[in-house]
């Protein structure tokens, strides 16, 4: 009889663990629910929070003066040539009168010397630009809402990506710059966006130059120079 309630009280207990371990699983699961829940609408309000600060007074100007720089970079190949030197703390160019002329014609400013002394304070806007969409790029978790947000991507990115292939064609070509600088990554940062846009990644300097020359914008309102006649480097740059 003893050794019977003995036995009884082994079946309880296995019983009891089994119930406390199910109700321990479904705890966990709950929890995990809550904490995907969670996890969702952290990503969700981060690119919300992202769109805020895009569509704030203070980026409006981080934006009108990134064109102050990105708009004459594509009007001058000298004067773009000069903007992508200034990524790198090795090799840089000096700004060039010379540009002038074709600056000056999607310039907002009247005199090269106005245009001068504003040009530094414009490009580091340019870098908080970049910066911007860095961050924005890597939620890539959050590609399916960052898709839902239009961020004038559309408008950017043949810009970005003369300036991404640009940088790694001078990081590539100067063992000097590479000594004293890192690569840039920025490339991978517009692939990043592009894929989020459910957009084709440029992969080649042949669909570039397709993309500049077809664009609405940059071939027809700001008279391209020989910018769109990109060097054969870039064509064959993967």
Request: charged share 25%.
């Amino acid at each position: 009889m003893f050794a019977g309630f003995a036995f009884c009280g082994v079946i309880l207990t296995v019983y009891l663990q089994i119930q406390e371990l199910q109700d321990t699983r479904e705890v966990l699961a709950e929890t995990a629910k809550a904490n995907n829940t969670t996890a969702e609408y952290a990503k969700e309000n981060a690119i919300v929070e992202l769109f805020q600060t895009y569509c704030s007074d203070y980026f409006q100007n981080v934006k009108n003066s990134s064109m102050n720089i990105l708009i004459p970079a594509m009007a001058s190949r000298g004067y773009f040539d000069f903007v992508i030197s200034r990524f790198f703390v090795a090799e840089q160019l000096s700004l060039s009168e010379a540009d002038w002329p074709r600056i000056s014609l999607v310039s907002r400013y009247s005199t090269f010397e106005e245009f001068k002394e504003n040009e530094q304070h414009d490009r580091y806007k340019l870098d908080e630009l970049i910066n911007f969409f860095t961050i924005l790029a890597y939620q890539k978790d959050a590609g399916d809402v960052i898709a839902r947000c239009d961020f004038s991507y559309s408008w950017w990115r043949p810009m970005f990506w003369m300036i991404a292939i640009a940088q790694e064609l001078r990081y590539d070509n100067s063992p000097t710059i590479q000594k004293y600088g890192t690569a840039l990554y920025f490339k991978e940062v517009v692939k990043m966006l592009d894929e989020a846009y459910a957009l084709k990644p440029i992969e080649t300097g042949i669909e570039l130059v397709d993309l500049i020359k077809e664009h609405p914008k940059l071939s027809k309102q700001y008279q391209l120079d020989d910018l769109h006649k990109l060097p054969e480097q870039w064509e064959k740059t993967q």
